[in-house]
């Protein structure tokens, strides 16, 4: 039985036999709740700070990436595929985690002050960690009809136990789901109707028989917007849970989405993956980050292979994400028998003491009122200012003045710190006593609430900082051609001598998780009219150089923005959009800034 065929030949066909889309306007609060009414509905969420993730099936088996490690799959790149086809799809008649113990491992997560938890309930490669009614597969086929846990050795239901378990230690409740499936055979075939019945009701199943679910987790489509009924989905699960959550990628990646529908698209909160978000006050963000990443990019599910973080680099993460306005969502992955490995338990347990003691740091604030950058960053409630310190030392940290004034700054526990208020900075001396091994949290109280962040960097006198995450391409990283050389000017690197229009500058790219990045250009010119053509994984930009005066003053400019929706390598090539007008032109740095949107 042939299970797949090509994008291209699904799509033609679709094409032929026309749309799905749902016309009438859902009743999803996306589209209809006033901001206040959106921040009461997620207010669980952005108090919460800190979820844990679980990607888990037969896939471990393999040590291979899940999904992604399947060979002749009909969506993504080559990267990661290891295991024969016909082997992944067979792993599940040795799936049998005898040692899958969710209400231990809950009870860790919680004292390491995780409040949520998503579960990972069918992954890319179709197949359900719970016994599902719907029928994916024919009578007679080379596959079990429903291919869900119920066709393992093992008899029970890891999803019931990950609810119980969730109920148990009062942890909110979030199902993954991932929209894309590689193994059904009517996925994307025709008006993809059928495909469209399976997986809405397989979500309902998750909402009626899992419950009551506070979260729901998509993870990318394919295909077209017409080839989906996505405002059915989202007035189904409405009509079930109105306070339900939804994260950004029930319709991600999916071309010409209509305006009107695009809050569906955005949903409730953005979700940097593998990458830590940058500070962003006004849209709830979530990075979900790999506790134990491969050396090739993955490790959602085990890999043998893959290396834990540090316990000093989990907590500096997860202060990185409330000090920036977000959450953290931190991925373990058990391995084929169910069990934790040590290096990730070891880690959890590393957690609790620190959560003790800083977890009025974390839970229930607001990021700022100072940007995060490398020095570590703020969070704050009320009149009451948390200052996160990644790297203290015996020079006093001189942070931007605030509206309010400073009245009290101690430690944790209340141990005085001393400090100096000016019209400009507020300097903070920490004690050696005071320092922790790993996240350093003061306690300032001021003399009204913080009502906003401050805009820009927050270390007195520093210019601004390009956002966590963002990929910066040097002169002298690039292969050169057409006669540039890199040169140092004024102190300054740059690529120079680009008198010849026929000259180019190429770069390596390594996209280690999905993401949208801001293409930026430093550059200088002393006469107008000079376009450069920006090349990346197949898409060209084209920019007009600035003038700049003088070839020591450069000046930053955007190309464009592009989405990455796999980890990829792939180069970026910077050359002469316009030879006949070409003008000598200097470019100090090419960055990829990193957007959550």
């Known amino acids: 039985m042939k299970l797949h065929r090509s994008i291209t030949t699904l799509l033609t066909t679709a094409a032929l036999l026309g749309s799905v889309s749902a016309e009438a306007v859902p009743k999803a609060p996306q589209l209809t709740e006033t901001p206040e009414q959106r921040e009461e509905r997620i207010k669980w969420f952005r108090d919460a700070k800190f979820g844990l993730f679980i990607h888990w099936g037969p896939s471990a088996i393999s040590g291979e990436e899940i999904s992604w490690g399947m060979k002749d799959r009909i969506e993504g790149g080559g990267h990661h595929m290891k295991v024969p086809r016909n082997e992944y799809m067979n792993l599940y008649k040795q799936f049998n985690p005898v040692k899958w113990n969710p209400d231990a491992l809950f009870d860790l997560a919680t004292d390491a002050g995780m409040k949520y938890v998503v579960f990972v309930t069918k992954h890319h490669d179709g197949f359900t960690m719970w016994p599902t009614k719907e029928k994916r597969f024919p009578a007679g086929a080379e596959f079990p009809v429903h291919y869900s846990i119920a066709d393992t050795p093992y008899k029970k239901d890891p999803t019931r136990m990950v609810q119980q378990a969730a109920k148990k230690h009062a942890m909110k409740l979030g199902w993954y789901y991932s929209t894309r499936d590689w193994t059904h055979p009517d996925y994307l075939q025709g008006d993809n109707k059928t495909y469209n019945d399976y997986y809405e009701n397989q979500v309902m199943e998750l909402m009626d028989e899992y419950g009551p679910v506070d ?182 940290l001189n942070l931007r003045a605030l509206p309010q004034k400073v009245t009290a700054a101690t430690t944790i526990d209340g141990t005085p710190v001393s400090f100096k208020q000016t019209n400009s900075a507020v300097a903070l001396t920490i004690p050696k006593s005071a320092r922790d091994p790993h996240v350093t949290v003061l306690k300032l109280t001021l003399d009204e609430p913080v009502s906003s962040p401050l805009d820009g960097p927050a270390i007195a006198d520093q210019v601004e900082d390009d956002p966590t995450g963002t990929l910066v391409f040097t002169p002298r990283a690039a292969r050169l051609e057409g006669g540039l050389q890199a040169q140092e000017r004024a102190g300054v690197s740059s690529i120079g001598y680009w008198g010849s229009p026929d000259g180019s500058a190429t770069w390596d790219v390594g996209i280690n998780s999905p993401a949208t990045y801001q293409i930026r250009l430093s550059v200088s010119n002393n006469e107008p009219g000079a376009k450069l053509l920006i090349e990346i994984a197949g898409k060209s930009f084209t920019v007009e150089v600035p003038d700049t005066d003088n070839h020591d003053s450069y000046k930053s400019v955007d190309a464009g923005k592009i989405t990455f929706p796999n980890a990829e390598k792939t180069t970026l090539r910077v050359s002469v959009a316009d030879k006949g007008n070409w003008r000598p032109t200097n470019i100090r740095s090419v960055k990829l800034i990193t957007s959550n949107h």
């Open 215 to 396: 979260l729901l987790w998509f993870d990318h489509t394919f295909g077209r917007w017409d080839l989906y009924t996505i405002p059915r989905l989202f007035e189904r699960m409405y009509e079930k849970n109105p306070k339900l959550l939804v994260n950004d990628r029930a319709a991600k990646a999916l071309p010409d989405i209509p305006a009107k529908y695009e809050p569906l698209n955005k949903a409730d909160f953005d979700t940097p993956e593998n990458r830590m978000g940058a500070f962003q006050y006004g849209r709830a963000w979530e990075s979900c980050m790999i506790l134990s990443p491969h050396a090739d990019h993955g490790g959602w599910s085990y890999r043998p292979d893959g290396v834990t973080r540090s316990l000093t680099e989990t907590l500096r993460l997860l202060s990185s994400a409330v000090t920036g306005d977000g959450n953290m969502l931190l991925n373990l992955a058990p391995l084929p028998d169910g069990s934790i490995r040590r290096e990730e338990e070891a880690v959890l347990k590393g957690i609790v003491p620190w959560m003790k003691k800083y977890g009025e740091a974390i839970h229930a604030t607001r990021g700022g009122p100072w940007h995060n950058g490398p020095w570590g960053g703020s969070t704050h409630r009320g009149k009451v200012v948390y200052v996160h310190v990644f790297e203290p030392s015996d020079e006093p």
